[in-house]
C-alpha cells in the first residue's frame, strides 16, 4: 500500500466531524508530499529542527501541529508559522508562547496536554491540575493564545478496556472544562486522543482530531 493508499483507508475510516493529523514525524519529504497531493493538509511534528527544515520546503497551505515535547527556548522559532501547538504541559510554556505570539503580532491555537495514562508519559496536566491551572485564571489576560481544547496519549498497552478507560476520562474531563471555564467559547472544541494503534476506540470514546503516524506513513525511518 502506498501512502496515498494508506491515507484514504484512514480517512475512509473517521466519521464525519473527526479531523486527521497526518504525523510525518521521523519520515521525510517524499512521504509528506505523497500524502500532500492525495490531500491531506494538516501534519503533525515533534522536534522543532526537523518541523523547520520541512517547513522551508514545503507548500505554504501545508498546517503544522505540534504534538511533542516543547521547549521553552524553541517557542520563537515556531511562533511565526505554526497551526497549533497541540501539547502545551506547563503554564509557562502557555506563557512563553503567548508573549512570543504577541510579539509576533499572531495568535497561536493551543491544545492543553492531559497526563491521564498510567506509565510514561511524563509530560502533561492530571485532571486536578488542569482544573486548578484553569480555576487560577491565569490564562485569562494572555492575548497570544487561543485554548482550543484537549490532547492527551493513552497508555501504550494492548488492553483495550484501559485504553478505553482512558479516553472515557479524557471526554469527561474535557466536558467539565468545557463547562467550567468555555462554555461561551466555540472555538474550544478540540478533542485530540487517538493514534495508529487506537484511533478507531479513541474516536468512539470522544475523540474529534485522530493523530495517526505509522498507518500513513509505516515505520518510522530514522
Ligand atoms: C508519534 C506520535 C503520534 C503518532 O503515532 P503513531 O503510532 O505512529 O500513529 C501521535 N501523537 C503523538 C503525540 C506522537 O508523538
Known amino acids: 500500500m502506498s501512502v496515498a493508499d494508506n491515507l484514504r483507508a484512514v480517512l475512509g475510516s473517521l466519521p464525519a466531524g473527526v479531523g486527521l493529523v497526518a504525523v510525518s514525524k521521523y519520515h521525510g519529504e517524499a512521504a509528506i508530499r505523497e500524502a500532500y497531493a492525495a490531500g491531506q493538509r494538516v501534519f503533525g511534528e515533534s522536534h522543532e529542527r526537523e518541523l523547520a527544515a520541512k517547513a522551508a520546503s514545503l507548500p505554504?497551505?501545508?498546517?503544522?501541529?505540534?504534538?511533542?515535547?516543547?521547549?521553552?527556548?524553541?517557542?520563537?522559532?515556531?511562533?511565526?508559522?505554526?497551526?497549533?501547538?497541540?501539547?502545551?504541559?506547563?503554564?509557562?510554556?502557555?506563557?512563553?508562547?503567548?508573549?512570543?505570539?504577541?510579539?509576533?503580532?499572531?495568535?497561536?491555537?493551543?491544545?492543553?496536554?492531559?497526563?491521564?495514562?498510567?506509565?510514561?508519559?511524563?509530560?502533561?496536566?492530571?485532571?486536578?491540575?488542569?482544573?486548578?491551572?484553569?480555576?487560577?485564571?491565569?490564562?485569562?489576560?494572555?492575548?497570544?493564545?487561543?485554548?482550543?481544547?484537549?490532547?492527551?496519549?493513552?497508555?501504550?498497552?494492548?488492553?483495550?478496556?484501559?485504553?478505553?478507560?482512558?479516553?472515557?476520562?479524557?471526554?469527561?474531563?474535557?466536558?467539565?472544562?468545557?463547562?467550567?471555564?468555555?462554555?461561551?467559547?466555540?472555538?474550544?472544541?478540540?478533542?485530540?486522543w487517538g493514534m495508529s494503534g487506537d484511533y478507531v476506540s479513541a474516536v468512539a470514546h470522544g475523540s474529534n482530531l485522530v493523530r495517526v503516524g505509522t498507518r500513513i506513513f509505516g515505520e518510522r525511518v530514522y
Open 60 to 192: 505554504a497551505d501545508v498546517v503544522w501541529h505540534f504534538i511533542g515535547h516543547l521547549q521553552r527556548n524553541k517557542v520563537r522559532h515556531i511562533v511565526g508559522y505554526i497551526g497549533m501547538v497541540e501539547s502545551v504541559d506547563s503554564l509557562r510554556l502557555m506563557e512563553e508562547i503567548d508573549r512570543q505570539a504577541v510579539a509576533a503580532g499572531r495568535v497561536v491555537d493551543i491544545l492543553l496536554e492531559l497526563h491521564i495514562a498510567r506509565e510514561e508519559g511524563k509530560y502533561g496536566f492530571t485532571p486536578s491540575e488542569l482544573l486548578g491551572l484553569l480555576a487560577s485564571g491565569a490564562w485569562r489576560g494572555m492575548r497570544g493564545i487561543r485554548i482550543c481544547g484537549l490532547m492527551m496519549m493513552a497508555s501504550n498497552t494492548d488492553d483495550g478496556a484501559l485504553v478505553a478507560a482512558e479516553f472515557d476520562r479524557a471526554k469527561a474531563c474535557f466536558d467539565e472544562v468545557k463547562a467550567r471555564f468555555f462554555a461561551d467559547a466555540p472555538w474550544f472544541a478540540v478533542r485530540s
